[in-house]
């Protein structure tokens, strides 16, 4: 028993500040919720090909702008499973207004690994298995298809286009969170570490980059990369760009954060025994306010998956057949869209749910990378 | 989340005891009128600075007004020969380098000149060059809702920190309590709902509940007679959608960054000290530890102002909102140069101006801060 504590107690001394970290992290309910989750969304992303029924281009007239597609069980009271009905459109012959309701005549069941548009698994294996879609009806018709989350205005489901869509939102904001994150480490380090005219220097260029706002910028940058090439291509050099442009509020930081630390013994005893700037920066400086870091990048990520949308919405983004969630959500931008297609705002969900799934996330890091409690 | 960097350490000193008159007294005789004219003279270089980056910015797209302007005729089956193309460029100075054309803009927005193209062209006294698509003079159309710009900022300033500040102190006296979880959550979804959304979603809830969906700043009557003491009530009304839009965006950073703030200073020792000594707790919370937490804050001042002109752009589309945004989209859309670098450069002086308003509250907020040199 007394072995026993002692063997935790020396595990507690002898852990080093990522396992404690880690350790306090388990704790943390919603953390470890909002880490599921995002483990859920990303693993979504990388096999988006196989759990989506459609691909980006198959679109089909008949169901634009429809409600999400209603999963019946019982036909003609019966229980058969799963299924949907073919929609169909009708002619009133007196005021010539058309009608889509639903064909029952026919059942079409939900099949599970059925057959699609051919896709590449991680980019390298060919396929073509979808994880559900509705394949022959009952009396071997075709036709029917299963939008969950309902269509856009051109017929396209919507679950699919979330699907797909999160490859791009998941992940070019995080990489341009990355690139920020050292940017402004880096920068704002030289700037806090060596001080005098080099921090005068770069406090200017500071305040000159972050007093232009970034509509122009976007405006100006997406205007001059050459056209030609494909709109993903460019979304990822805009946003490649444009954290070249956010690092200076973590540089700001950074540097505040040195000019107070540079001075304690521990840096001085650091450079008395000739550990290179370098190191002193990235192992003895940085470490020092960690917490701070992770909770700017967990923050910084949902910032630029929200700053996506509102560049969508401007035209600026990604454009159609290649989607995002920002993309998606343009569908959703005047009052009359979202008051009689409300499933056209079900994207949001999506975003609401990654952008709090981040914050809860770097909240719990910070509280685990407290030293003090 | 801006540290400030003059600060050395955050245990802050027992403060002087002097009353609040005295102390404000004594601050502006010592150090700050120097340190104001220093930070205004620095204004020259930063804002040469800024000029240049604006003006190169919006001379990236290729092409100009007049090739925008020919596409534009072109597309309504207007043919417009090279000569006249040439013409126009020469007009309005379009042929020239860009290095040129730039020192031309920057002496036109240093000095007016009366003997310029467009003086003799238009007639009227040039201020900060011709906008294109308007057909009046740059300052002419800035001016038009400049006023409105920085009122609707202010007043979305204002309830920004109004409403995070005290539910920021609240989440972290009362961490992980039922308040504490249910602010973040609000907090959180304000940011994580994108503005237009959220607009959209409000005019439509509004028009169901009042009947009216409150699209734009003033009513038909307003714009007949003028904004009054008796339609002001009308005009705050009309306000709530852009405020809760783009107010609600802004909160939430303010409020974690206040609120994990707090959290430290809440653990530290001279917190322990003064709850030994006796002193009320509320007394240890609001003038020990808000202040101390509060810096960062407030060193964030400029980037808010920033972030807010770049963040209602898109709101005030939506909301048919007369202020500056949605001008400066169109004009950059128009490449309406001289018309979105003048708007551009409006902005970004206020953000300086900003900067150097919060600078001086942080000095005013921590009394150890000294921005001239010595007396550490």
Known sequence: MWKKKQKSNEDYYLASQWTLMGRKLKKHKLAK????????????????????????????????????????????????????????????????????TEDTSEYYKINFFVHGSEYKILGLIPCDIHLFGVSQG????????????????????????????????????????????????????????????????????????????????????????????????????????????????????????FLSLKNEDYVMAARLSGVSTWKIIWKHLVPGFMSYLIVSITLGIPGSIVGETSMSYLGLGIKSPATSWGVLLQEASSVTDVASNPHKLIPIIFVTITVLAFNFLGDGIRDAADPYK | MEENAYKSESIPESAPKKTLPEAVGDFFKKDLVQYIIKRLLMFIPTLF????????????????????????????????????????????????????????????????????????????????????????????VVDDRLGLTILVTAIIMIFQYAVSLPIAVYASTHQYSVGDYVSSIIGFLGAAIPNFILAIVLMYLSYKWTGNANVGLFSQEMLQNGVHLYNFGDFLKRMIIPIIVIGTSGTCGIIRSVRAQMLDEVGRQYTLTARAKGVPERTIIMKYCFRAAINPTVSGLGGVLSSLFSGSTVTAMVLNMQIQGPVLFKALQAQDMYLAGAIVMVQAVLVVIGILFSDIALAFLDPRIRYSGGGR
């Open chain 2, 49 to 140: 600075l800024i000029s240049v980056l604006v003006f190169f910015v919006i001379q990236l797209p290729p092409g100009d007004y007049v090739s925008a302007h020919i596409a534009a005729l072109a597309s309504e089956g207007e043919f417009v020969d090279a000569d006249y193309a040439a013409q126009l460029r020469a007009d309005y100075g379009l042929d020239l380098p860009v290095y040129e054309q730039y020192f031309k803009w920057v002496k036109d927005i240093i000095w007016t000149p009366t003997d310029s193209t467009y003086y003799r062209l238009y007639g009227s006294h040039h201020n900060w060059k011709y906008s294109f698509a308007y057909g009046r003079d740059v300052w002419d």
């Open chain 1, 33 to 100: 919720l909002s880490m599921l989750i995002l483990l859920i969304l990303y693993l979504g992303a990388l096999f988006a090909d196989f759990l989506a029924p459609y691909s980006l281009d198959e679109f089909d007239a008949l169901y634009k702008n429809s409600a999400p597609s209603k999963i019946h069980w019982t036909h003609e009271g019966e229980f058969i499973g799963p299924h949907v009905y073919k929609l169909e459109k009708t002619i009133d012959r007196t005021d010539f207004s058309v009608k889509i």
């Open chain 1, 138 to 257: 009952s009396n071997g018709g075709s036709g029917a298809k299963i939008m969950l989350f309902g269509t856009d205005a051109l017929g396209r489901d919507i679950f699919s286009r979330i699907l797909l869509g999160s490859r791009i939102s998941l992940t070019i904001p995080f990489a341009s969170a990355i690139i920020s994150f050292f940017l402004g480490v880096t920068i704002g380090s030289i700037s806090g570490y060596f001080g005098g005219g080099v921090d005068i220097v770069i406090q200017r260029i500071i305040e000159v980059i972050g007093a232009v706002p970034q509509i122009p910028l976007w405006m100006a940058l997406s205007a001059a990369i050459p056209p030609g090439i494909s709109t993903v291509k460019m979304y990822f050099y805009i946003t490649i760009i444009l954290s070249f442009i956010n690092w200076t509020g973590m540089a700001r930081v950074v540097r505040g954060k």
